[in-house]
């Protein structure tokens, strides 16, 4: 494929003679085949421009799980705009920065979120609104209104350029404040072309579940954007929240032979999931409630690493369920539009992020001299790739400050994670460099610790994060059972018990037994709100 090319070209010449195969399947079970999303798509962009017809025009988009997110992304697209997709798990004052601060110029909002507009929208900005609004505002224009607006005009799509912002996700902000990554074409197509080089079954034949919002890559780009550009229909479950979306797949998982039915699929279409690592820890919880997943034709689990025993237990029950297909763990970031490395089919290490993708180059660093480590010692990771983002949005200073130069005038992408490469080039992700502590004058991280502590036959989920003391870093453990009647005391017998132990700088202050950990919508832990959780139970 062209990476040098507009989201919207590429679409239509991959898609172009297709038009009555499947695109996507909405929440409501709705096929849309390729030539309506294309006439949805045509459609919008016309009536966008009734709207405003010059450069550095950006819409925000603010979607739990719709369909027509393609189609904004598209028709967005078309007309040369720039798409921001916002986190709508964020609080009100959070949504209303980000919609003030990109100076966005009309709005596209779920129906679900029209409450919360007169807040998030002070300045009375256009706003689309998709499904049926309870009441209209003068502002205020319903999708199917939208698709009328320009009586029919049709306009010929913008030109590609090479440095333009096409797109602005978010990053996951997992131990600091998110920032607005803006992406170009080129950046977003060169995601696209790693995944298809995969041997990962991305086939017209198969079904692909979307379990990852928009705002993030993992949703936007190589769930979403992947599947409409190789042909992959994509299922649209909906969920408002993790909980939601998992209680979804569940049903979906249970059903999956009645949805195929519906829908005149052969029986040999596999099921495809693209997820966090949070999502497969609680279906792998629920897998009592599932029978049969000889179905899933792939599993890939990004957002953060897993651990090569809760791997074999989680591919060792699927397997049981006739699934024979393992979950592959894979590693990246929104500022790279997607993964750098990945596990696959032929070539997995579990407890691995796996191999380097293609076009893409990392390394290994000292922490403090920044030179290259040899391979099997941890250091922080480093990255260069084609699917390198453009800029933090107005972020000028963040901007320069992800990246490190050297004296051989090449510059890298510095991740903040902590990681080694075997001697087979599979990388390790043993941490987060802000998830290092200092105790008694030694490095201690965090994230080793939580490693250790989930490995308890106890522990369905654990979070470890340090607040202040009077004379050094307490570290505090947020523990979610999997089983009644457990102490913490148990808990921490058990650890010590086993083979990976906790080591003396390594001793946990605090362990909180909760109902359940706070999470990013892309399904990483939120410490900054179990550091606000432990202050406020001091």
């Not at 507009?6 to 499947?22: E, I, S």
């Not at 502590?437 to 201690?444: G, N």
């Not at 946990?508 to 432990?534: F, N």
């Amino acid at each position: 494929m062209k990476t040098r090319e507009t989201l919207y070209n590429t679409y239509v010449a991959a898609q172009k003679d297709n038009a009555d195969k499947v695109a996507l399947y909405t929440r409501d079970g709705v096929a849309i085949t390729h030539g309506r999303l294309l006439e949805e798509i045509d459609k919008v962009a016309a009536g966008l421009l009734s709207y405003k017809t010059y450069d550095n025009f950006k819409i925000g988009v603010i979607s739990s799980s719709s369909y027509e997110e393609a189609v904004f992304l598209l028709a967005v697209n078309k007309i040369g705009a720039v798409s921001k997709f916002i986190d709508f798990t964020k609080n009100i004052t959070e949504i209303g920065e980000s919609v003030a601060e990109s100076s966005i110029d009309l709005l596209v909002i779920g129906a679900e979120f029209i409450p919360m507009e007169q807040f998030i929208n002070p300045a009375k900005l256009p706003v689309v609104i998709l499904g049926e609004a309870p009441s209209m505002q003068p502002n205020y224009v319903e999708y199917q209104e939208l698709l009328t607006k320009a009586n029919g005009l049709m306009y010929p799509p913008a030109e590609y350029r090479e440095d333009a912002c096409a797109v602005i996700i978010n990053s996951s902000g997992t131990t600091g404040t998110p920032k607005p990554i803006e992406l170009s074409d080129r950046a977003i197509n060169a995601a696209v072309e790693k995944m298809v080089k995969t041997d990962y079954p991305l086939y017209e034949s198969n079904l692909l579940l979307k379990t990852i919002p928009s705002h993030i890559g993992m949703g936007l780009i190589t769930s979403l954007y992947t599947c409409l550009i190789v042909g992959v229909p994509m299922i649209y479950l909906g969920g408002n929240s993790p909980k939601e979306s998992i209680e979804l797949t569940i049903g979906l998982l249970l059903g999956y032979q009645e949805f195929l039915d519906r829908h005149n699929l052969k029986n040999n279409s596999k099921l495809l999931i693209f997820g966090a690592p949070m999502y497969y820890r609680s279906i792998f919880q629920l897998i009592d409630q599932l029978n049969d997943l000889s179905f899933i034709g792939c599993m890939l689990a990004g957002g953060s690493a897993m651990s090569k025993e809760e791997l074999e237990a989680m591919d060792a029950a699927f397997a049981e369920r006739g699934c024979n297909v393992p979950i592959l763990n894979g590693y990246g970031q929104n500022e790279m539009a997607g993964a750098v490395t990945l596990n696959l089919n032929c070539n997995n290490r579990r407890g691995s992020a796996g191999l380097t993708v293609s076009e893409t180059k990392f390394k290994i660093v000292d922490i403090v001299s920044g030179n290259e480590l040899p391979r099997n010692e941890v250091g922080k990771i480093l990255e260069q790739s084609d699917s390198l983002f453009l800029q933090y949005e107005n972020m000028a200073d963040a901007t320069k400050a992800a990246f490190i130069s050297y004296d051989d005038n090449t510059v890298w992408f510095d991740t903040n994670d902590l990681g080694y490469i075997d001697d087979d080039g599979f990388l390790f992700i043993t941490g987060r460099t802000s998830r290092i502590v200092i105790r008694f004058d030694c490095k201690v991280s965090l994230d080793i610790i939580e490693n250790k502590i989930r490995m308890s036959k106890f522990v369905k989920e654990a979070g470890v994060i340090t607040i202040k003391d009077e004379n050094h870093d307490c570290i505090v453990a947020f523990v979610v059972l999997n089983k009644e009647n457990v102490t913490s005391e148990m808990i921490i017998d058990n650890i010590q018990k086993s083979q990976n132990p906790l080591n003396e700088l390594e001793k946990v202050d605090r362990l909180i037994i909760v109902d359940a950990l706070p999470h990013l919508s892309s399904g990483k832990i939120d410490y900054r709100a179990l550091e606000k959780q432990a202050e406020e139970m001091r």
